[in-house]
């Protein structure tokens, strides 16, 4: 599974206000806390790799799914591959969820993967020409809307990366202002 997404710094009031004149569909708005892991045996940061544990809940909008639909946090696991090209924050990616979050905290602490930062953010979700769009107000970072669809193929990943463009462009924002380094990475920078 491979995830084509282009992120870019925006205004979100203002692409909020263009969504709803192109008549997309608004979805749900989650609190989301992402603590991000390094590994004992490389450095991620070196390799472009990621590992975080995520927990999130819903703030506004219907729960899409049984772990949320009570109110209550969803946690979940993932790895994020390196980047597979120049245009996009394209990568591999494999995600799963999981039942216990102070249990993985153990796991990948007995494991030797220490914590290595915290990235918390509003993500409100939209629906559009396929895409999920996330409006993105991160803590201590900035607002960005990030576009994305997932592809089985590796084929797919041009195609998928240019409707994403033209898409973006439809939202008045231009793909060449893309940032393709991570929440994770804009926070230690600035830090």
């Keep these: ?14 692409v909020r206000g263009r969504l709803r004149e192109l008549d997309a569909d ?3 708005t989650r609190r989301q806390r992402d ?35 009570d109110g209550g946090e969803s946690i979940r696991l993932t790895y994020k591959g390196p980047l597979l090209d120049d245009g996009s924050k394209t990568r591999a990616e494999h995600e799963t969820g999981v039942a216990d979050g102070e ?3 153990g796991i990948l602490d007995g494991l030797g993967f220490d914590p290595a930062a915290t990235v918390e953010k509003r993500r409100e979700y939209w629906h559009f020409e396929g895409f999920t769009v996330a409006l993105d107000a991160v ?10 669809r997932e592809v089985d193929a590796e084929e797919a990943i041009g195609p998928t ?5 033209e898409t973006l462009a ?3 924002l231009d ?3 893309q940032v393709r380094t991570s929440y994770l990475g804009l926070l230690l920078s600035d830090g």
């Design 1 to 14: 599974m491979y995830e084509v997404e282009i992120k870019v710094p925006a205004d979100l009031e203002t």
């Design 26 to 28: 608004p979805g749900e």
């Design 35 to 69: 603590v991000y892991y390094d590994a004992p045996h490389r450095e991620f940061a070196e390799t472009d790799e990621a590992l975080r544990v995520r927990r999130e809940t819903v703030v506004e909008g219907p729960a899409s799914n049984d772990e949320t639909a």
């Design 103 to 105: 249990a993985i905290s």
């Design 139 to 148: 803590d201590r970072v900035g607002e960005f809307v990030e576009i994305e």
């Design 161 to 165: 990366r240019e409707a994403a463009t």
């Design 170 to 172: 439809r939202l008045g």
């Design 175 to 177: 793909a060449d202002d």
